[in-house]
Structure formats: structure tokens, C-alpha cells
């Protein structure tokens, strides 16, 4: 059986079907309200029509990269749920909203807390060159401790990494012609000591008048060349490494001294860097038998181009520039230091010139041979506005920061970059200066932001 539909009928129908979807969409208004709404949250959504695309709405401005947005605009519109969408907890996330909890904000006095923040202040920029060189000894700090006799090493105290202090006993050797120096001191001392007591009675007995004047200057004479003799042997000692103290320890009988055993000591505090001595080994003036350096400052030599040269001397003499270095050994870890020497002369193969640089180095971290970045602060004495290097995240290519909204609320703020210099940041666009924002633990309230890519909010 056919059925006819007449113009009137379908008319009907489709008045019947439409009638039934506005019946449809009023009863699911309702039921999706699942926050009691107050007057003022009715008044915004009569005013503001559609709830859903004001949502919407809010999420466009909180990120349009814009210092003009309306921020009180963004706190008075309302989400679906009918409040003001930063308070949302489930529509926050879409307009790019944190709320930060107090207790992570971080007490500069007990240094409690993971999330730190400041004021955008305009400062004056510096510039930076960025360069590479190498870690070495601080040579001011550093020796080479070889013998100025030869002889036989007949102890060794110490071994490679080891920690002395200045006047540890570092090892022992036996010269022969040490001991006939010592030999020597001693005869002379001797001989000295009696012209000198030869020369004190003759001069009592010429006071006297009993002794002539030709036998007090004969035994002055005598008592003169001895004292000469002695400084002179006792000189030799200084020269061949015996200091002055165990020099005067030397005294006549069995004194094991004068079999030549000299001991040699650290002459400052530091680390065993390398040692070549083993009991029974010959050794000879100009042998490196340890190298004793102290670590806690080292040099960094760094090379820089001919067109560079310039920028550093204009800061002049007085005026030492900083340099930050940075090693692949500790990625993230920075050591400063000033420019306290640049080269008289160019390397003629690479046409580079030498900067020096002075790093402490308590940790004893950096070591020498380290190959190593830095970057040179060059002053240029504008003022812009910057922050923090941390403070500036991205998320598929766009910068921003997080700006403080309203009380514990924080607001992710796209920005645009502008220069990176050692430590800071240009922003060209969407900050100004004043706003407070985060400049330490952003990481955390970017993860809370991405709840929004992984299904929260108000699709759920």
C-alpha cells in the first residue's frame, strides 16, 4: 500500500519534528547546569548569550598575543558550567589558567618552595660573544718539582691525587755531591767558630797590652776567610734545595745527614697531579718528578677571531669583561670569571688571539685539558625589557610566560623573544614591565596547563 504525503502533511510533520528538537534542547540546557548559578552569574549569561562560546571567547583572548587583552573581561565570562572560566576547575585549562597552591611558592628565607617569582623590569642588556677554548693549570698555582742534584730516590711519601700541605715531605733522595756539600758547611762552621773565639783573645790581650797589633789582625783576617768560606758553603746548601732550617740541624758525628739525604718538601697546599719517582730511580737536574698544582682556580684560555678583537678592548684596560663557561662535562653548570689578560699576538694559521680568563674552582670540577664554551658579556647600555631565561617556555614553537592573573591564579601569556643574552631574555611583545610573573618552576604550571591536550576541560 502507497502512502501519499499532501503538502499539508509534511508540513505538518517537519512543524511536529521541529517542535520536538527545541523541546530537546531546552530539557538538555538544564540538566547540563551542574553548578548552582547566583544572580550575578545569570545576569552574565543573559548578557553574553551562548555560555559555550563564550568559553570559547575567553580561551582566544587569554592567548591572543596581545598587551592590550581585556583581562577583566576574561575574569567575568562565564564557562558552561556558569562561573567565571578561571575559577572553572575542568574550563580553566582551555584559556591556559594554574591555580598556584601558596605552599609552592618559594620563601627566599628558609628556601622552602619550587615555584619562584618576580617583577618584568627593563635593565640594561649586554650582549655576549660566544667562543671556545680549553681549561688549564693556573700556572701562578702550579709546580714542577724537580731535583737541582743528582742523586737516587730512596723514598716516596706520597702518590698520585693525593692532597698535601705546604712543607709535607713529598719524597727522599741521596746525592753524593750533596753530602760533600754538607761536608763542607760543616768544616767551614767548624773552622769559623774557632778563628772567631782566636780572634776574640786576641783581641782581649791587645786591649791588654800584651799581644801586638800584627797578631790581632792576622787572626781577624783568619776569622774573616772562615766566616766567608761558611756563607759561601752554606749558600751552596740554599742553591741545591736544603732550606734553612735543616741546615742548621747539621752538626758533627753520626749525623745521617751527611750521607746526602735530602727530603723534599711540598712548597705550597695542593693535589698531586702526575708523579715520575719510584725508590732506586736516578734523577737529574731538570727532571719533572711530580707535578703539584692547586685546583680550586684554574685558567681558561679561549680563542677569538680578528673581527672580534675590537669589541673586547674597548672595554679598556680597567674594565675586565665577564666570561661564562660552561663544559660538557657539567651541561647546565656555569663558571664566571674575568678577562684578566688578552693576547699581545694573532695566531697566524688560525687568526685567533687569546683571551685568559680566571675561574675559581672550590669543587675542584673543572679540569685542566677540559675542552669548554663560553660566552664574554659585552655591556651595550640599553635598557630592555627581559627576564629570566627560565621563565620563557614553548609549546610547538610559540613562546610565552606565566603572568600572575588574580590571587592564586597564574595565566599562561604568550610573549614574543627578542634578544638572548648571558643569563636573560628580551621580550619584544606581550609582557610589560611591572607584571609579576614566574620565573623559576614554570615547568609545573605548563604540565598543569597540558591537561588540556590530554582530554581535560570541558569536552570531557
Given at each position: 500500500m502507497k502512502i501519499r504525503l499532501t503538502t499539508a502533511s509534511v508540513a505538518a510533520v517537519s512543524l511536529l519534528v521541529l517542535l520536538a528538537l527545541v523541546l530537546i534542547g531546552c530539557g538538555k540546557t538544564e540538566s547540563s547546569t551542574t553548578v548552582p548559578a547566583n544572580a550575578e552569574t545569570d545576569t552574565i549569561v543573559r548578557e553574553n548569550g551562548d555560555p559555550g562560546q563564550a568559553a570559547g571567547t575567553?580561551?582566544?583572548?587569554?592567548?591572543?598575543?596581545?598587551e592590550t587583552a581585556s583581562w577583566d573581561q576574561a575574569l567575568n565570562t562565564p564557562c558552561e558550567h556558569a562561573m567565571p572560566t578561571y575559577q572553572c576547575d575542568e574550563c580553566r585549562y582551555e584559556a591556559g589558567v594554574v591555580k598556584l597552591s601558596p605552599a609552592l611558592i618559594k620563601d627566599e628565607s628558609t628556601g622552602k618552595g619550587l615555584v619562584k617569582?618576580?617583577?618584568?623590569?627593563?635593565?640594561?642588556?649586554?650582549?655576549?660573544?660566544?667562543?671556545?677554548?680549553?681549561?688549564?693549570?693556573?700556572?701562578?698555582?702550579?709546580?714542577?718539582?724537580?731535583?737541582?742534584?743528582?742523586?737516587?730516590?730512596?723514598?716516596?711519601?706520597?702518590?698520585?691525587g693525593a692532597k698535601v700541605k705546604k712543607g709535607d715531605v713529598l719524597f727522599e733522595m741521596e746525592s753524593v755531591e750533596l753530602?760533600?756539600?754538607?761536608?763542607?758547611?760543616?768544616?767551614?762552621?767548624t773552622l769559623t767558630d774557632l778563628s772567631r773565639k782566636t780572634y776574640e783573645r786576641k783581641k782581649a790581650l791587645f786591649e791588654q797590652k800584651i799581644s801586638s797589633e800584627s797578631a790581632l789582625i792576622e787572626a781577624q783576617m783568619t776569622y774573616e776567610e772562615h766566616k766567608s768560606d761558611l756563607d759561601q758553603s752554606e749558600q751552596q746548601l740554599h742553591v741545591l734545595g736544603m732550606p734553612e732550617a735543616e741546615i742548621q740541624e747539621i752538626q758533627p758525628g753520626e749525623n745521617p745527614r751527611l750521607s746526602g739525604r735530602l727530603p723534599f718538601r711540598a712548597p705550597l697546599d695542593g693535589i698531586i697531579v702526575e708523579k715520575h719517582a719510584a725508590v732506586g730511580n736516578l734523577i737529574q737536574p731538570g727532571d719533572m718528578v711530580m707535578l703539584l698544582a692547586d685546583l680550586s682556580t684554574v685558567w681558561v684560555w679561549l680563542d677569538i677571531y680578528e673581527q672580534d678583537l675590537s669589541a673586547i678592548l674597548s672595554n679598556g684596560t680597567q674594565n675586565h669583561p665577564q666570561a661564562t663557561v660552561e663544559t660538557n662535562a657539567f651541561p647546565g653548570r656555569l663558571f664566571t670569571g674575568e678577562i684578566n689578560y688578552v693576547g699581545a699576538a694573532m695566531n697566524e694559521e688560525t687568526r685567533t688571539v687569546k683571551l685568559?680568563?680566571?675561574?675559581?674552582?672550590?669543587?675542584?670540577?673543572?679540569?685542566?685539558?677540559?675542552?669548554?664554551?663560553?660566552?664574554?658579556?659585552?655591556?651595550?647600555?640599553?635598557?630592555?625589557?627581559?627576564?629570566?631565561?627560565?621563565?620563557?617556555?614553548?609549546?610547538?614553537?610559540?613562546?610565552?610566560?606565566?603572568?600572575?592573573?588574580?590571587?592564586?591564579?597564574?595565566?599562561?601569556?604568550?610573549?614574543?623573544?627578542?634578544?638572548?643574552f648571558a643569563s636573560i631574555v628580551e621580550i619584544s611583545e606581550g609582557l610589560q614591565a611591572g607584571e609579576t610573573i614566574v620565573i623559576e618552576g614554570a615547568f609545573l604550571l605548563k604540565s598543569d596547563v597540558l591537561r588540556e591536550k590530554m582530554g581535560a576541560g570541558c569536552a570531557d
Open positions: 575567553v580561551a582566544q583572548e587569554l592567548n591572543a598575543p596581545s617569582t618576580a617583577q618584568a623590569t627593563r635593565i640594561a642588556s649586554e650582549a655576549f660573544l660566544e667562543v671556545t677554548g680549553e681549561i688549564q693549570y693556573n700556572e701562578n698555582a702550579a709546580v714542577h718539582v724537580t731535583p737541582r742534584v743528582t742523586g737516587i730516590i730512596s723514598s716516596v711519601r706520597v702518590d698520585v753530602g760533600e756539600a754538607m761536608a763542607a758547611y760543616l768544616k767551614s762552621r685568559r680568563a680566571n675561574l675559581n674552582n672550590p669543587e675542584n670540577l673543572l679540569r685542566p685539558g677540559m675542552f669548554c664554551k663560553a660566552r664574554i658579556a659585552q655591556g651595550t647600555g640599553e635598557e630592555v625589557l627581559a627576564v629570566a631565561r627560565a621563565a620563557v617556555l614553548s609549546d610547538e614553537g610559540n613562546y610565552f610566560v606565566f603572568k600572575h592573573l588574580k590571587d592564586n591564579y597564574y595565566v599562561r601569556c604568550p610573549v614574543k623573544k627578542g634578544r638572548e
